[in-house]
T-cell receptor, first 111, second 113 residues
């Protein structure tokens, strides 16, 4: 029973363009959402987060949008760079240090 | 400050055996969580330890267990290994009440043959 779904396993984007990664969740009671990035042979690294009281959070080239009515989360990367090529996981926090992750989207930024 | 370390990095075991994985958190972090990553299921939460006590547990069978020591180091044990246990096992540490921002180790790649 996947509580967090990333329906696109992969995404390819030209360098300099916008990358949009999507995530859907099932439980409207979730109140904290996160994005992690993972390179091969490394553990995931925290990227950006948003609480349910907001609908947008921005950090440099990364912006996360939350649509609570649609139970949808998205990550925008502008402009995309080749170094952004990685697997991106969305996650929800359901309790103290308890994260549910999606299955990930592999982003490839083409130079 | 040193990151989260996990040992061993790679492990090959046979069905029916047991295995113990180790995780050393970032200095000062008291919470350690364990995750299993497989291609089809993504990252799945196993359990979380804080002050030597299991605080949260995911939906995994009792063959998966863990413990935490007084220095916050943690071990995870899997008994009676099955082929489906082949995965990347990730450990993450965080401060006591941090919201979301966990720091992950590089993982232990377990292969069960």
């Amino acid at each position: 029973d996947q509580q967090v779904k990333q329906n696109s396993p992969s995404l390819s984007v030209q360098e300099g363009r916008i990358s949009i990664l999507n995530c859907d969740y099932t439980n409207s009671m979730f109140d904290y959402f996160l994005w992690y990035k993972k390179y091969p042979a490394e553990g995931p690294t925290f990227l950006i987060s948003i609480s349910s009281i907001k609908d947008k959070n921005e950090d440099g080239r990364f912006t996360v949008f939350l649509n609570k009515s649609a139970k949808h989360l998205s990550l925008h990367i502008v402009p995309s760079q080749p170094g952004d090529s990685a697997v991106y996981f969305c996650a929800v926090q359901t309790g103290a240090n308890n994260l549910f992750f999606g299955t990930g989207t592999r982003l490839t930024v083409i130079p | 400050k040193a990151g989260v370390t996990q040992t061993p990095r790679y492990l090959i075991k046979t069905r029916g055996q047991q295995v113990t994985l180790s995780c050393s958190p970032i200095s000062g972090h008291r919470s350690v969580s364990w995750y299993q990553q497989t291609p089809g299921q993504g990252l799945q939460f196993l359990f979380e330890y804080f002050s030597e006590t299991q605080r949260n547990k995911g939906n995994f069978p009792g063959r998966f267990s863990g413990r935490q020591f007084s220095n916050s180091r943690s071990e995870m044990n899997v008994s009676t290994l099955e082929l489906g246990d082949s995965a990347l096992y990730l450990c993450a540490s965080s401060f006591e009440d941090s919201i979301g921002e966990q720091y992950f180790g590089p993982g232990t790649r377990l292969t069960v043959t």
